[in-house]
């Protein structure tokens, strides 16, 4: 695993802007912070995972009753626009509206 | 009649014999709601959201009261419920606690508010939670802290702290949370209540709004194990509109409760009994243990090796899911943008802005964990790991039907005591984030108080859809003990029945 003094702010300003996330604390204080989780998860290092393991992701396991869940394809009723552009920040009643990219 | 001490099940049953009108009861939960205002207990923002959905459950009430005759004989008819804010409510606002999603109204119901309104219930209001469910005291919520009925000055719990508290306090007879890491249970336990956490894929996850979609269930919360069945019976099952929703036909939970634990293997992993472990949890969950074996049950010592190793893998996994998940949140498509400066700015500062500090925190967590040159180290290291949390569940479930331990390490912590820590807040979810890495049913039930009359939480885990045999095993123990019928004002009665 990653050595945990590498969380420094310069990492920490790369994943930000990666995450597009501008955070008003510091990125000596983010870095602060996520040195001190990474060092406990670092403890997954001392725990003895046979090769053989492979990962589990979660949900549908391969073989089992709910795998390729896939449902009849009927078309379905879905929304209209006016419901879907009634959530956002700027509209022109036909499409979501951005600040001009160029 | 007060009916704050009924049961649902008793309110379901008044009703459906048109004894009480459910206007009536509507208008109860709805007055006590208002009166109880300073728990913080409901999401109630200047839009005046409650109002709002206080006037839809009027409505869906006398509509109800009207169609007696035909209805009557629906299983939840007229019942009130409380709904986390992380459930979208067709029409009213659903927040799910952030900022980033203060003016969003949902299109639609969730599958499970869609069937609870199948069955006559009514939702009477939207419960306060951690953003995005990331928190173990509902204290990383945009709109305050919920405070713990049993002492203001402490946290229910979280991140369905609210529902946990509306129902402890007795303004709703039960309430729906959803659990990712404990978030059903952990709040169960901190306030005195009953909850449970399906397997994954029982109830169908669409309409909640998304944190970890591996680990995240929708699950009943009420004062007993009885109620948490009379919910299940209605909200568990397939959904086409969740792919991971399971097709594993589902049991009638509410008829398999009565039966005797007699004979029932129940597994003690003494590992979690040892360092961390509050003494007086400790002392209450072991005279627990011994109560189910007076019933018939016989306590079996197993072993779960790699569960210490359980909050480190999720505190990896969670965080990546997190931050694939709530990458939707742009500015554009969910009610809040912070600027018009450029597009990329744009992006940053809504969301810089948007989520509060926690979120952001594992926001970035995930990112990291996931970004090139440590994702092997990170993200696929924990989902091996995970597979063996997952087997040792296996493992035990061969020789147990169910294993019983702490739900917490510790009661109810004050307001402010964690939040400066986060690592300290997320050991409180140290016993309960294991069931849910594994995809297991978990519930967690009251048995006892410390010498400050803070509730105390048993948790009992079970193999894949082993619904049945937990609430069982919890009504039985609740036919047997009163400390479920505690109240926050009630003096404490203590000694089993």
Redesign the interface.
Known sequence: ??DEAS?DPD??KR??K????????SLEQ?AA??T???G?????NS?E?PDS????????EPES??EN???SDVVQPS?DRE??L?????NDGEH?L????F | MDLAQHSARQLVQLMSAGEISTADCVDFFLARIEQNKSLNAFVDIEANSQAELAELARRQASELDASYTAKQSTPLFGLPIAIKDGICTKSTLTTAGSKMLQ???S?VDATCIHRLRDASAIPIGKTNMDEFAMGSSTENSYWGPTKNPFDHSRVPGGSSGGSAAAVAARLAPCALGSDTGGSIRQPAAFCGITGLKPT??RVSRNGLIAFA???DQVGPMARSAEDCALLMDVIAGHD?GD??????ACEHYSDGINDSIDGLRIGVCRSFFGEGLDAEVGDAVEHALQQLKSMGATLVDVELP?SK?A???Y???APCEA?SNL?RY????????HT??????????S???G?G?EV??R???G??AL?S??YD??Y?????????I?QDFEDAFKSVDLIAGPTTPSTAFKIGERSAD??SM?LADVYTVAAN?A?LPAISLPCGFDENRLPIGLQLQGPAFSESNLLRAAHQFQLNTSWHAEGPNNKPTGEAK
Do not use: C, W
């Open positions: 695993m990653a969380i990492l920490v994943v930000a990666l995450a597009k996330l501008a955070d008003s604390q983010t912070e996520l001190k989780i990474l406990y998860v670092d403890q997954l725990a995972i393991i492979e990962p589990f992701f979660g949900a549908v009753e709910d869940a896939v449902r929304f419901t879907m009634g959530n956002t920040t700027d979501f951005v600040p001009p990219v | 003016s969003f109204r299109p994954y894929g979609s591996s680990l086409p792919s991971t929703s399971s097709r594993v790699h190793y909050v480190a893998t505190y990896v996994v931050s990458s742009d500015g554009v498509r969910f009610s809040y943008r018009d400066e450029s597009l990329d700015s744009m992006y940053a500062e969301r810089g802005h989520f500090a952001r925190r926001i970035m967590l990112t990291f970004s040159g440590y180290a990170y696929l290291k924990a989902s091996r790991m995970r597979r063996m997952k986060p690592l997320y890495l995809g």
